[in-house]
């Protein structure tokens, strides 16, 4: 895992893409870039990540053998990021939509007569996009016919896409699913009930029910869809190529599935999630690796929820050494560790709240 360290919030990653493994890249999907600045919003996708700004651009950090990390230069204003298998596709405040990457399927070939955009999504190969009339689109693959979206769905509040598969959350909570069904991925269970959130994996689908409880149904050769017994008061899940992920109310993060990248037999740990991890309030599930926003307790120098003397001390040691080499100390993230820091510790002095 690793994080880049903020005043109000970190982003931080674990899974694949953190050490060398031999003879199979290390992409760095998951090791964030210092020095981030405030950050919005994060997605993973299938080996790279990419985070929002504040000021509306992006940034991006992984595989990029299609060009999927080069952000467009002129891009801004961006509100939200679509991330596919090696592809990303931005929506713009405007209504407009910028993507790059990998283009052989097609996906990122934007019809021309869309109109204006309010939420975009990615599968593996297909883009997926809700209009202003609250309308459903879709282009990329359609070798599955998830691309064939249902007619008269009704009124549709989220939707997602796997590998072959795609689905969408009606407004009174029932899931429409259309495209593959092989693992029956798209067989949504008969006594599911209202659902208040979904997700797609690679060959597998997820359900957060109105009690906060989880249901999965499809692939499930390396446990993806055995959600713990325990789980409970769930807010967001996700999926990845083997494994899925759950956000929880209290902002903890759980795990399962495969803990390794399948077809290299190699550990990448991406359900190893990390002791430390807490105050969470976005998941992103990527193909081997999660990425999340948590929320930071300014002044609290080691993480562990205590703003005390050794936090004075990190300052202290830290006074008016670079800031980027030295992130945790910088609270107030102005590059400049002095005494505006110093003072975010003895104000915030205690327990974290």
């Given at each position: 895992?690793t ?7 970190a ?11 031999g ?5 760095g999907?998951?090791i ?13 996708g299938?080996?790279?990540s990419?985070a ?6 992006l940034i ?5 053998d ?16 679509a ?11 405007n209504?407009?939509l910028?993507?790059?990457g ?6 990122l070939?934007?019809?021309n ?10 599968g593996y190969?297909?883009t997926?996009?809700q ?6 689109h ?21 939707f ?13 909570g029932g899931?429409v699913?259309?495209?593959?069904n ?17 997700a ?9 029910r109105?009690?906060?409880?989880v ?7 390396y ?13 967001e899940v ?6 899925s992920a ?22 990448t ?9 807490r ?8 193909g081997?690796?999660n ?11 080691n993480?562990?929820?205590q703003?005390d003397g050794?936090?004075l001390a990190?300052i202290?040691a830290r006074?008016?050494?670079?800031a ?10 102005d590059?400049l ?15 974290c709240?």
């Open positions: 895992m994080s880049g360290a903020m005043a109000q919030s982003v931080e990653c674990w899974g694949g893409g953190t050490i060398d493994q003879a199979y890249p290390n992409y999907q998951s964030v870039p210092a020095s981030l600045g405030p950050i919005v919003a994060v997605w993973a299938g080996y790279q990419v929002l700004k504040a000021d509306g651009t991006c950090w992984g595989r990029n299609f060009g999927q990390c080069d952000v467009p230069a002129e891009l801004n204003e961006v509100v939200h990021v991330a596919g298998h090696f592809f990303f596709m931005a929506l713009r405040a209504g407009s910028v993507g790059w990998d283009n052989q399927f097609l996906q070939a934007i019809p007569d869309l109109g204006s955009v309010v939420h975009v999504v990615a190969w297909h997926l996009a209009t202003l009339d609250g309308q459903l879709a282009w990329g693959d359609n070798s599955r016919g998830q691309c064939n979206v249902p007619a008269k769905l009704g009124s549709v509040i989220d997602g896409a796997g590998r072959f598969h795609s689905f969408a959350l009606r407004v009174d899931i699913t259309w495209g593959s092989d693992f029956g991925q798209s067989a949504v269970p008969a006594d599911l009930g209202p659902a208040q959130f979904a797609a994996g690679n060959y597998h689908t997820l359900a957060v109105k009690d906060g409880t249901r999965c149904w499809g692939n499930n050769w446990g993806q869809c055995d959600a713990p017994t325990n789980l409970a008061q769930v807010i996700g999926g990845g190529e083997y494994h759950a956000l929880r109310q209290d902002g903890t993060v759980a795990c399962w599935g495969a803990n390794d990248a399948i077809n290299n037999s190699y550990p740990n991406q359900c190893v999630v990390p002791a430390n991890l105050r969470v309030t976005k998941l992103s599930v990527g081997y690796h990425i999340v926003i948590a929320s930071a307790c300014a002044g609290d120098t993480a562990d929820d703003i050794i936090d990190t202290l006074w008016a050494q670079p980027a080499k030295f992130p945790n100390a910088d609270c107030n993230s590059g560790i002095d005494g505006i820091d110093l003072a975010i510790v003895l104000g915030g002095w205690g327990p709240p």
